[in-house]
């Protein structure tokens, strides 16, 4: 048959780790345990043992034993990461209750999650197919490597097998978010996993917020096949010129981390040598608004926990104790408002926001105009939205001053950097913000009309969105806008749709860490485990906690932290809660205004999150579902697969 270009085919589902020429058990449960650590070991399952008892559910609808010496164990289960096919063969023969009555020799074990496409099922349904040919299952056992009965699937099918380098190779990688918080280590570690079942050597650097974790060196670069940026802030690649380079977003990482590293030995080497090739910082490389945007927000966060928290502290003297005139004026408040507000953190946060923008955008020379833009900004009162603004048109205004600078001569380089770029970009960022900082003043202060505007019913509303949004993609883009508008209240002066924003990000982890704990049944064997590693992040309002649930099982999953988070947040604006404090989770909870009110609302929100995930998943644990078994002769593997 002639060979076609390489797709997808069941070659992609059996890997070498997942064949064994020789079974060793002949006990029909011991047999089936040695397939199932055949897929365990190839990474396909996040459960053994409830894959186990799934199959052993279907084999007590009736045997997957068919004729000629095949069968075909198989289940359907949340327990499966992906699909996958484990091959055992038992040449003297193995009692199965087959249909024909005859000892069973070849056992090819289907894994598939509870959601398959119809893709995966003709592929495994074809499978069968091939093993019906009396001359192929004695090519099978003639074989003496796993790679040989690889090939014959491939020859069968009629698709080129992938190179053995395609799973063996030296990678290198770098994840990083906007946060730095928390999908940064996530990632980093969802790729050592992927790379420990394909047996690939990799090394992952981190940038987070407390810095580079797990540096690079010049010859593990070098050694490398291939680099992975899953990164959504900008990181320099000067490092990486000559090597072939898969820049995803960092949630990629997180939910196909398999995928990312084939793709990533894939890649075609650059066209460049590794000595001519270069970076064009001079030239514009895309947009990129939400990387950029981002990266400033995290870099002012600092300034926005501090300065909030610290000011909230001063309360704790009284409302007005920082006010010299008042009754109730106490020296430390008085410190505690000039480090936390204007005087402090809070008065630069805004020029900040700015220069990290301009920064990520156009590297340094983006920092300094970005940042007196900013501080014109927040000097007229332009506020949060100012400084974004500021932010993007020094960034973007230094990369048009470099395009147009490219003609001069390598000479004068060092000119463009001192003096041209400082100069024009200060020129170009500040008469533009100066121009735009009327309008900018005037929308901010309809925002801040609007919000203190707002009565009882809309503030429940608003909450009810704003805590919703932070359970959307956990950490992605909904929820990073979410907590940007929060991050802009705060600005503003308003309080109340923080303190929404915080309970939305809390209850995800915390209802589903709840309900491993509650109702362990409904969860696989490390899902439970996680539980309360899950509850100790939501504690610590990291919502990406809930992450690993969500990508096993969205469709029941997402519904129910969507639904819990806005319930947290409508009853929050409903008790009138107030949060100075962007970030802390459970440590600021104390510093929260009507705190005990919160603590509710965000209790109420995590058991409705609980309970639903419960209800969706129908009190019944999905792993341990049977298949509806299939009628002999009607072509097909044994049950519905």
């Not at 089936?32 to 053994?48: F, I, K, M, P």
């Not at 199965?96 to 000892?103: H, I, M, R, T, V």
């Not at 995800?508 to 362990?520: E, I, K, M, N, S």
């Not at 949060?579 to 929260?592: E, K, R, T």
Request: net charge negative.
């Amino acid at each position: 048959m002639p060979t076609r270009e390489y797709v997808m085919a069941l070659v992609d589902l059996l890997g070498e780790e997942s064949i064994k020429l020789r079974l060793e058990n002949r006990e029909k449960r011991a047999l089936l345990a040695e397939l199932v650590e055949l897929l365990e070991r190839s990474g396909a399952l996040s459960d053994a043992d409830a894959f186990l008892e799934a199959v052993l559910a279907r084999e007590a609808t009736g045997s997957t034993g068919l004729e000629q010496g095949i069968a075909v164990p198989h289940a359907r289960s949340d327990a499966v990461r992906r699909p996958a096919v484990a091959l055992g063969m038992a040449p003297e023969g193995v009692e199965f209750e087959a249909l024909d009555g005859q000892p069973s020799r070849f056992f090819l074990m289907i894994a598939e999650p509870a959601e398959a496409d119809s893709q995966h099922l003709e592929i495994l349904a074809s499978a069968s197919c091939h093993l019906v040919d009396p001359a192929f299952r004695e090519r099978l056992l003639e074989a003496g490597t796993a790679r040989e009965v690889q090939q014959l699937f491939a020859n069968a099918e009629g698709v080129a097998l992938p190179p053995p380098s395609a799973v063996e190779g030296h990678l290198v990688a770098v994840t990083s978010c906007p946060a730095g918080i928390a999908h940064t280590y996530m990632a980093a570690e969802r790729l050592r996993e992927a790379a420990r079942e394909l047996h690939l050597d990799l090394r992952v650097e981190t940038h987070g917020a407390a810095g580079v974790r797990d540096a690079l060196t010049v010859e593990e670069v070098q050694r490398a096949d291939a680099v992975i940026l899953a990164v959504d802030r900008e990181i320099g690649r000067q490092r990486f010129a000559g090597k072939p380079v898969l820049q995803v977003p960092v949630t990629d990482a997180i939910r196909h981390p398999r995928r990312l590293l084939l793709r990533a030995l894939r890649q075609p080497v650059p066209q460049q040598e590794a000595g001519e090739a270069r970076q064009d910082v001079d030239a514009f490389d895309g947009w990129g608004l939400y990387r950029h945007l981002m990266t400033g927000v995290s870099s002012m966060l600092p300034f926005v926990v501090g300065g909030g928290i610290l000011i909230t502290l001063s309360f704790l003297f009284g409302v007005d104790a920082a006010d010299s005139q008042s009754p109730e004026f106490h020296p430390l408040a008085k410190l505690l408002v000039a480090l936390g507000g204007t005087q402090g953190a809070f008065g630069l946060m805004v020029p900040v926001l700015a220069a990290f923008i301009g920064r990520s955008i156009a590297d340094r020379p983006g920092l300094m105009p970005a940042m007196v833009g900013g501080f014109i900004a927040a000097q007229a009162g332009a506020g949060f939205l100012g400084g974004m603004v500021a932010g993007l048109i020094g960034g973007y205004g230094v990369l048009l001053i470099k395009w147009l600078c490219r003609p001069l001569p390598e000479a004068l380089d060092a000119i463009r950097t001192i003096l041209i770029y400082p100069v024009a970009g200060l020129l170009l960022c500040g008469s533009l913000v100066m121009l735009l900082v009327e309008p900018m003043t005037t929308v901010n202060s309809v925002l801040v009309d609007w919000l203190n505007g707002l009565n009882v019913g809309n503030r429940v509303v608003l909450g009810a969105l704003l805590a919703g949004l932070m359970a959307v993609d956990m950490g992605g883009p909904v929820n990073k806008a979410a907590y940007t508008f929060g991050l802009a209240a705060i600005e503003a002066g308003n309080y109340f749709p923080q303190a929404a924003v915080m309970a939305g990000g809390m209850v995800p982890p915390l209802g589903l860490g709840l309900a491993t704990q509650l109702f362990p049944g409904v969860f696989s064997r490390l899902e439970r485990q996680s539980g309360r590693a899950c509850m100790v992040m939501g504690a610590s309002f990291i919502t990406e906690g809930a992450i690993p649930y969500a990508v096993a099982d969205p469709f029941r999953v997402l519904p129910a932290c969507i639904a819990g988070s806005m319930l947290a947040g409508a009853l929050s604006m409903w008790f009138g809660c107030q949060l100075l404090a962007p970030h802390g989770g459970v440590f600021v909870i104390p510093l929260v205004r009507q705190w005990p009110s919160y603590l509710l609302a965000i209790a109420a929100g995590a058991l409705l999150t609980a309970c639903l995930v419960v209800l969706l998943k129908r009190f019944v644990r999905p792993t341990a579902k049977p298949s509806k078994p299939s009628q002999p002769g009607d072509g097909t593997p044994g049950a519905k697969v």
